[in-house]
């Protein structure tokens, strides 16, 4: 990534980091009473909240208890497009709320904060893209769903990280060269799995970017026993130390479906909250984000993720705050690179 999108990154983080520290602190009270207002609104207004298992846990919780989902990125849109709802509260980052709206042009979609973004997204501007892509015209050109809308658009595919290996796999049987963007990680553990010809954009997530491979093998090496389990956003020496690699989804499918009884997590630690609800009796640690001597930006939790709150919530569903929405043109071009993945995957 070039130092622009560095500071843009830095910049947007800080302001990020500022909001949820300035953020009103609720108590159980409070809670408690926003929880049954919004419960009433979901109702009245025939809405559904769709989240993502990096939010905080009460809002995952409040999802599940009112008919919404918690799902990676993948079923999120698949929820998203195919349920009854009019209204959807997207709880997750601004690339979720835009792939509800490309899928859905009908619905209204809301975000509890419309800041929430993504170090992938700020660091793919459209037009270094575009221009990227047609230095290469000969690549077909996938993006990750972690991106604007504007990006989609000048795609090929629209992949998630549950279905990134499999797609890929596809194109290379058929020799097509490829343009993979924007996370390098991502992007080099799909060459590295798939063999297939690709140009990697430079782009990181701020989060995944922070474990450490040295301090995670000695946390492996005092526990023998436990499995480690890693998002493939991570840098690829962490990836090595992984017994699964999968998406969020498919993290929490093996932690319930596996005869160990603990576990090192190196994604977002939002992930534990559903992990441990349905494995009560497993233990889940997260791996180490930081040397010695380095300073943690995430601490293993997305700080835009963390907009996401109760009060976000109502707001959207009582004063139509956070609305999405995507110019016609680019959203038709965006979904149909999001269409071949869920066809794709279905
Ligand atoms: P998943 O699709 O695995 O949920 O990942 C989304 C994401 O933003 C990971 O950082
Ligand atoms: Fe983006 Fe990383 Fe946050 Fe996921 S965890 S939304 S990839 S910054």
Known sequence: MNNNYIN?????????RVKNWQK???NESQKFSIIEKIKKKLKSNNAVLVCHFYVDGIIQD?????????SDSLEMARFGRDCSQKKIIVAGVRFM????????????????????????????????FNNFCDEHPERTVIVYANTSAAVKARSDWTVTS??????????KEKKIPLIFAPDKHLGSYITKKTGADILNWDGHCVVHDEFKSFELKNLKEKMPDAKVLVHPESPDVVVELADFV????????????????RFIIATDNGLIHAMRKKSPNKSFFEAPTAGNGATCKSCAHCPWMEMNDLNGILSALENSTGEIFVPEEIATKAMVAI????????
Not at 162 to 171: G, Y
Not at 246 to 261: A, K, R, V, Y
């Open 246 to 261: 999968g998406s969020t989804s498919q993290l929490l499918n093996f932690s319930i479906h596996s005869s160990s009884n």
């Open 24 to 26: 009103p602190k609720l």
């Open 8 to 16: 843009k990154v830095e910049n947007t983080l800080t302001l990020a």
């Open 62 to 70: 409040l999802a599940l208890s009112t008919g919404g989902v918690v």
């Open 162 to 171: 549950s279905c990134a290996l499999d797609i890929v796999k596809h194109l």
């Open 339 to 346: 269409n071949k993945m869920l066809d794709f995957t279905k």
């Open 97 to 128: 709320g835009e792939t509800a709206k490309i899928l859905s042009p009908e619905k209204k979609i809301f975000m509890p904060s419309f800041e929430a973004t993504c170090s992938l997204d700020i660091g793919c501007p459209q037009n270094e």
